[in-house]
């Protein structure tokens, strides 16, 4: 199976930060990536989706970008509803797997 | 708008069977690939079974193939899972959810219902 290690585990930021979550690879995964957020009492919503494609509705403060393995989620003009656990997954192989979660305090 | 509703989870003792239901609404059920994605409180999500538009590619997670079986009723807009010899490591919030395409791989899940509690337990 194709292993995501993602992180931080934990980040605090502040209203208007700029911050960024990575998540590598095991192996190549091309960019079938994605990147989900979710609330406590809620299903995951995705974010971003073939690593750089922002999912329709989903404001333009998320980023997604890749270099190699390496995935990274940019989230710009923190404001405190961006408060959420962040997961990265990997759709290139079957099965499908997360990355642990960066819990985002605002 | 697209809307998934899960429903079959309660308490179920270790070695019984289970199977959960997703009722799907507001898009085109058939055009989609479907997913199962099962989550521990306080854990990650894990991606469980998937299922393609047509039902030629189905995929399983290594810790429940044999065990078991995704299918689709793609006339009733509909996705099962049969679970059987559960233990108590299936115990978690079973959510449905909706492919970006038809195929099961190279995707993403792009709405999930709310999901439907399953406890093993004696």
């Known amino acids: 199976d194709i292993q995501m290690t993602q992180s931080p585990s934990s980040l605090s930021a502040f209203v208007g930060d700029r911050v960024s979550i990575t998540c590598r690879a095991s192996q190549n995964i091309d960019h079938y990536l994605n990147w989900y957020h979710q609330k406590p009492g809620q299903a995951p919503k995705l974010l971003i989706y073939g690593a750089s494609t922002l999912q329709r509705g989903v404001p333009s403060k998320f980023s997604g970008s890749v270099s190699g393995t390496d995935f990274t989620l940019t989230i710009i003009n923190l404001q405190p509803e961006d408060s959420a656990t962040y997961y990265c997954?990997?759709?290139?192989?079957?099965?499908?797997?997360f990355g642990q979660g960066t819990k985002l305090e605002i | 708008e697209v809307h998934l509703v899960e429903s079959g989870g309660g308490l179920i003792q270790p070695g019984r069977s289970l199977r959960l239901s997703c009722a799907a609404s507001g898009f085109a059920f058939d055009e989609y690939a479907m997913h199962w994605v099962r989550q521990v409180p306080g854990k990650g999500p894990e991606w469980v079974a998937g299922?393609?538009?047509?039902?030629?590619?189905?995929g399983y997670a290594d810790s429940v193939r044999g065990r078991i079986t995704i299918s689709r009723d793609n006339a009733k807009n509909s996705l099962f899972l049969q679970m059987n010899r559960l233990t108590s490591e299936d115990s978690a919030l079973y959510y449905c959810?909706?492919?970006?395409?038809?195929?099961?791989?190279?995707?993403?899940?792009?709405?999930w219902g709310q999901g439907t509690l399953v406890t093993v337990s004696s």
């Open positions: 299922i393609s538009w047509n039902t030629y590619s189905i």
């Open positions: 959810a909706k492919g970006g395409g038809t195929a099961v791989a190279y995707s993403y899940f792009d709405s």
């Open positions: 997954e990997q759709t290139f192989s079957t099965p499908q797997t």
